[in-house]
């Protein structure tokens, strides 16, 4: 398995961007699929996860600012971000898991899979 994000970048506050997540190795749609996020000085986070049936969670601060999308036909996530601030900032991770349910236990996601990273950077 493997994730390949890109799309990252830098742009000014009240912008937008939109980061993929390439899956290979496996079929996203199968799996519990997810963006989380790293901010500096903070731990790593998740912003939004879909899982194999298609239901959307997102972190309360991006809600309706952000949109978790997974496409079937070339096996890649994505993540639209619009309205982004300098609380957006951090280094974002794609995450897959082989329970397609996304359950959390403990507060936490068992996330199996992960990309590298891609920064994110909100400039003022």
């Known amino acids: 398995v493997q994730l390949v994000e890109s799309g990252g970048g830098s742009v000014q506050s009240g912008g937008s961007l939109r980061l993929s997540c390439a899956a290979s190795g496996m079929t996203a749609s199968r799996y519990c699929m997810g963006w989380f996020r790293q901010p500096p000085g903070k731990e790593r986070a998740p912003v939004a996860t879909i899982d194999s049936d298609g239901s959307m969670t997102y972190q309360p601060s991006v809600k309706d600012r952000f949109t978790i999308t997974l496409n079937t036909a070339n096996n890649t996530m994505y993540l639209q971000m619009n309205r982004l601030n300098s609380e957006d900032t951090a280094m974002y991770y794609c995450?897959?898991?082989?329970?397609?349910?996304?359950?959390?236990?403990?507060?936490?996601?068992?996330?199996?899979?992960w990309g590298q990273g891609i920064l994110v950077t909100i400039s003022p």
């Open positions: 995450a897959a898991d082989t329970d397609p349910r996304c359950t959390v236990v403990g507060g936490f996601y068992g996330m199996e899979y």
